[in-house]
């Protein structure tokens, strides 16, 4: 029987030892699961308070879409920070990754949904009809709503599902593009401008708007939804905000890229939220643009 050498030796060390750093910290292996259920439970929140009549509820005064609407971003930032706690406690796995997209599915694709539902059947008909629009109402308008709503969803799951399959071992250090809008900028997009029309409404014209200004905010909210939608099927490409700009070192443009939005959020946040991100959304176009017109720009090859 031969002894061990002590390359042997050191091999079975060095192997004991990425064994360990796999294993997940004791006690903390739960935070990240923890995090994702709180995601769950905005999402579900948020559509508890949009479900209720279009009012002022006891939550700092604030109308109920504006709870829901800060519910949901509260579930964005619980499922921003949860695959990097799991990282850190080194508690990553499939069954993370599953609940995070079941916990993504209500917090950003039934609860945004349902936000624009009630808020176009409460602002919509000369006479405020408070019930949510369905596919049993008796005009097109309302039954092409509740369709963009079931679109909305419908996308929001192959989008996750999608993500799930593409990506199952990428590593979050080097992803810098999504396939598609994700779903927490398209459920941003719906929601700030949601928090926006609610902000106008009661800071600017004190509780209620000027007359056509209703159906006309009842005919944008749809529509962003709709384009919402198709961008999370869409193939274009989105840059990871976090991985792109704010992880490892940056120049002088990544620094303004992130101050200035900050500026605007502490002087205007529900203007800021929309505009950052309606312009996240729109980069996949513009960037799908770009770069099809530098292939056109580039001369062709020579023929034989």
């Not at 997940?24 to 739960?30: E, F, K, S």
């Not at 995070?100 to 176009?120: E, K, N, Q, T």
């Not at 799951?157 to 398209?186: C, D, H, I, Q």
Request: hydrophobic share 50%.
């Amino acid at each position: 029987m031969s002894l061990p050498t002590p390359t042997n030796l050191r091999e079975r060390f060095r192997m004991r030892r990425r064994a360990s750093d796999r294993r997940p910290i004791p006690g903390l292996a739960v935070i990240p699961a923890l995090m994702t259920l709180g995601n769950l439970l905005c999402g579900f929140a948020a559509i508890h308070y949009a479900a209720m009549p279009v009012a002022t509820s006891e939550v700092f005064g604030w109308s109920t879409l504006t709870v829901a609407g800060c519910l949901i971003f509260a579930g964005m930032f619980l499922d921003a920070l949860d695959g990097s706690v799991a990282r850190l406690t080194r508690s990553t796995s499939d069954l993370g990754a599953q609940l995070d997209s079941l916990a993504d599915m209500v917090a950003f694709g039934v609860a945004p949904a349902f936000m624009m539902l009630r808020l176009v059947s409460h602002y919509y008909g000369p006479e405020h009809y408070t019930g949510v629009l369905g596919p049993d109402a008796d005009n097109l308008y309302a039954r092409a709503t509740w369709t963009i709503a079931a679109a909305y969803i419908c996308c929001t799951a192959l989008r996750l599902a999608r993500f799930n399959v593409e990506t199952p071992s990428a590593s979050a250090e080097e992803r810098r593009w999504f396939r598609g809008l994700p779903s927490p900028g398209a459920a941003g997009c719906v929601a700030s401008l949601i928090l926006l029309h609610q902000h106008l409404l009661v800071k600017r014209f004190g509780g209620e708007f000027p007359p056509g200004v209703e159906r006309t905010s009842s005919l944008i909210i749809p529509l962003v939804t709709l384009l919402a939608a198709l961008g999370m099927v869409s193939t274009m490409r989105y840059p990871h905000l976090i991985n792109r700009w704010v992880i490892g070192r940056k120049d002088f443009r990544a620094l303004v890229r992130i101050v200035i939005p900050i500026v605007m959020a502490v002087w205007w946040l529900q203007v800021a939220l929309a505009v950052c991100f309606v312009a996240y959304a729109i980069t996949g176009p513009l960037g799908a643009m770009n770069r099809r017109m530098r292939r056109r720009a580039q001369p062709m090859p020579p023929t034989a």
